[in-house]
């Protein structure tokens, strides 16, 4: 196949161009002078490898989503904000767990003293999974989960409140992050073993291939990876080389490229060297593309058509001087912006000392509609596509990255899965991390990097600081809510079926969802399916790294 | 006060999984001569007083990025009393300025924040230490 003409290649945009629904415009300056929607040479946008963008018309189709993450309190409190959220026109909810429920812990275990409802909402059982989407018709919305660990469990008690709301399975829309390589590399909250892990997420891949067709599995994330104190090439390259894992693990399992390979989503960091990350985002565009097409054999173009959300980088906001973060957020949200991401979360000037508090958090959303809606940068598609510099950028990315994959299937014996899960053991991830981290801090203590507030430029910080905390209600209150379904539900029935989930988990030809899923139905607690697996799985400790 | 190295047990305690400041730290104190004991995540007390008591160590050092420092670390320092284990507890991490006394208040013997030097916090724990043996 010989590569179109650059005039071809300009027609068949415009044909795609044409094709697609525009909004209104207009598309000018503020100064009135009319602009094009896309400048410079092939491919362009909407054209494989994509690296200048998914769709034809850009953000005059499809504007990224302001997708604000979320979650606080007991199950009541996050069902009062979701239906506000429904009432105010959003379709999408998006919850926050807090640490035991992520961990898979219950409330009431020793070490969640302390933890219950802080960091988002506390779910022990399908009672209080009843209560945060009480009165919600889940046939209707999205739903965003953000849960790795535990997300087999806590999928099935979101398949069970809709079954009894009479929404069947195959009706629900959402997306649950499960993405559990990323744990042992950079978020660690990780339950069992890595190997156990992916069982238990191709188990979920087949079931939510066969039954949830409006289901996104997984969200391969980076963000957490950056956070640790990645580089942006290493952000890049655990990213994908993860979901390339995920998808030879997939295809391990018998799924169909295409099948699957659309539903899979990701999620990037946007942090403050803009041309780094805005040539970061169009490479990883371009490589997901490529490695698709060439190495897996995806035929459908929604395979290959990398969609990703971008939340701006928590881990460069200051303790120090924290309303100058605002400016900060700005410029990571114009490069994510810049970069063609499909949804962003801006954060909060004030989440480096706390959760945010509601004005920081207006602020904050404030941020990116001024990106949108003020700048001009959404009239044209990927309008620094063809700058020697951008360009460049992006094939650096790519290079840094390819040689990275490279590393995974030299250790792997020609497999990214297996490169992944040798990566994991040897603490290839967290030692390239660590170090990252440390020649970073060491730059900064010396002098050479400078951090406004922080290392420079130190003067004028009042050191007022208005924080949002947590009561100690909540706790109290869902370790009752705990006690009373304990005490109302049949002890027999949750050993039984507990008793043949243990059973099935030694077996791996057996898909453990439906058992999960009829487990949370008799109220067994998150903990205790936890357990019941961990009986078979064992724990993971991982192997400290320096 | 002896001239050997001061030994440092630094931990994360409980759920928190937030391990790069903590592993910076564990870097800043080996460059400064200390022997660092990292102990890693999911800490118990008793893990961390027995590490204490088997590394002969002079300091222990938690880091807290889960808002649960006023929880934690006063019972950190009560376990380690209760095993008569005289070493200053050392806390870094996400910190806010209301809650400082009262950590003090309870024995933790000082507070390192975002952005603290490499020096501070090196200098922090040999003057921690110092005290102690004061």
Known sequence: ???????????????????????????????????????????????????????????????????????????????????????????????????????????????????????????????????????????????????????????????????????????????????????????????????????????????????????????????????????????????????????????????????????????????????EEIGKFRAARRIWARWMKERYGATSERSMRMKFHTQTAGVSLTAQQPEINIARVAIQALAGALGGTQSLHTDSYDEAMALPTEDAARIALRTQQIVAHETGVTNVVDPLGGAPYVEWMTDEMERQAEAIFEHLLEIGDGSILEGAYVGIENGYYVGEIADAAYRFEREVNAGRRIIVGVNEFTEGDDGKRNLLRIGPEVEEYQLKRLADVKQRRDDDAVRTVLDRLATEAADPEINLMPTIIDAVKTFATEGEIVASLEGVFGGYVERVVL | MSDDPIRVVLAKLGFDGHDRGIKVVARILRDAGMEVIYLGLRQSYANVVNAVEQEDADAVGLSMHNASHLTLAPKMVEALAAADLDVPVIVGGIIPDEDVQPLADKGVAAILGPGASAEEVAAAVRSAVAQRAG
């Open chain 1, 1 to 275: 196949m010989t590569e179109p003409s650059n005039a071809e290649a300009k027609d068949q945009w415009q044909a795609a161009y044409d094709a697609s629904r525009v909004g209104d415009g207009p598309f000018e300056t503020m100064s009135g002078v009319p602009v094009d929607a896309v400048y410079g040479d092939a491919p362009f946008p909407g054209q494989y490898p994509y690296t200048r963008g998914l769709y034809a018309a850009g953000y005059r189709s499809k504007p990224w989503t302001m997708r604000m993450f979320a979650g606080f309190g007991t199950a009541e409190d996050t069902n009062a904000r979701f239906k506000e959220i429904l009432r105010n026109g959003g379709g999408g909810l998006s919850t926050a767990f807090d640490m035991p429920t992520l961990m898979g812990r219950d409330s009431d275990h020793e070490w969640s003293l302390g933890e219950v409802g802080h960091c988002g909402v506390a779910i022990d059982t399908l009672a209080d999974m009843e209560d945060l989407f009480a009165d919600i018709d889940l046939g209707s919305v999205s739903t965003s989960m953000t849960i790795n660990g535990p997300a087999a469990m806590i999928m099935a008690m979101y398949v069970a409140v809709g079954e009894k709301t009479g929404v069947e399975r195959a009706a629900l829309a959402g997306t649950i992050q499960n993405d559990i390589l990323k744990e042992y590399q950079a978020q660690k909250e990780y339950i069992f073993p890595p190997r156990p892990s992916m069982r238990i997420i191709t188990d979920m891949m087949k079931f939510t291939s066969a039954e949830m067709p409006k289901w996104h599995s997984i969200s391969i994330s980076g963000y957490h990876i950056r956070e640790a104190g990645s580089t942006a090439a290493q952000e890049l390259a655990f990213t994908l080389s993860n979901g390339f894992a995920y998808v030879e693990a997939a295809l391990a399992a018998g799924l169909d490229i295409d099948d699957f390979a659309p539903r899979l989503s990701f999620f990037f960091n946007s942090h403050s060297d803009f041309f």
